[in-house]
């Protein structure tokens, strides 16, 4: 079990362009789940998938991010148009629907739009 | 509005005392509560879960507590550690299903030796 792994870990980018992050779950997780958090706050959510269906999006979650699990394994969290205020550390959960209920974290991906 | 309120100063103890961690919440009544450990650039770590009709859960030195009346959880480290020195998060569940999480903004903990 190597856990939740997310590709960058850092990405740097001016604003303006399109960046995409990578989230591997756990190999028999079904539920993914991306978040994001700022400095000094929590994690907040922005979207749920169970297998490859995107069951919940967050308002949070504007027309400018798209997410996708298009085989229920890994995910894709893309931003177009990127804007300072989306620098964050972008967090990936997974978990079991037949297991407990706790969520399993990768390392984030830290976003920095200048 | 779902909301969870954590102490957001500092909290710092010195090694071998118990840490004691606040999460109110309001406007919602969870069915359980997660807390997470949260190292700076990391990501969350699940520590213990405490369902609405379990008063109190254990594991090793810390421990759990869920008043469903006052709305409130608290969080024990016991013998508390320089190595437990983290961002401990307070997560129930938010409204809706499928289990997504509302987290406090996390208190830091300090442990001096």
């Known amino acids: 079990d190597t856990g939740v792994s997310q590709d960058p870990r850092h990405k740097i980018t001016k604003r303006g362009q399109n960046v995409t992050f990578r989230c591997d779950p756990i190999?028999?997780?079904?539920?993914l789940y991306w978040y994001r958090q700022t400095l000094g706050q929590g994690p907040e959510f922005l979207t749920y998938?169970?297998?490859?269906?995107?069951?919940?999006k967050s308002r949070l979650l504007s027309d400018r991010f798209s997410a996708e699990r298009p085989k229920g394994s890994f995910s894709t969290l893309e931003i177009q148009r990127t804007e300072q205020g989306d620098s964050a550390m972008y967090l990936c959960?997974?978990?079991?629907?037949?297991?407990?209920?706790?969520?399993?974290f990768g390392p984030g991906t830290r976003l920095t739009v200048l | 509005s779902q909301k969870i309120e954590q102490n957001s100063e500092a909290l710092n103890i010195q090694e071998g005392k118990t840490a004691t961690l606040t999460c109110n919440y309001t406007?919602?009544?969870?069915?359980?509560l997660q807390w997470y450990r949260q190292d700076p650039g990391r990501g969350p770590v699940f520590l213990l879960l405490?369902?609405?009709?379990?008063k109190e859960k254990r594991k090793e030195r810390l421990k759990v507590t869920f008043d469903t009346t006052l709305k409130q959880s608290l969080f024990h480290i016991t013998a508390s550690q320089p190595a437990d020195s983290a961002t401990y998060l307070c997560?129930?569940?938010?409204?809706?299903?499928?289990?997504?999480?509302?987290f406090g903004a996390g208190t830091r903990l300090a442990v001096h030796p």
């Open positions: 190999s028999e997780h079904n539920r």
């Open positions: 997560a129930p569940p938010g409204s809706g299903g499928y289990n997504k999480l509302i």
């Open positions: 405490i369902r609405e009709n379990e």
């Open positions: 998938f169970q297998n490859e269906a995107q069951l919940e």
């Open positions: 406007n919602y009544s969870p069915a359980y």
């Open positions: 959960a997974s978990s079991y629907s037949g297991g407990g209920d706790e969520q399993f």
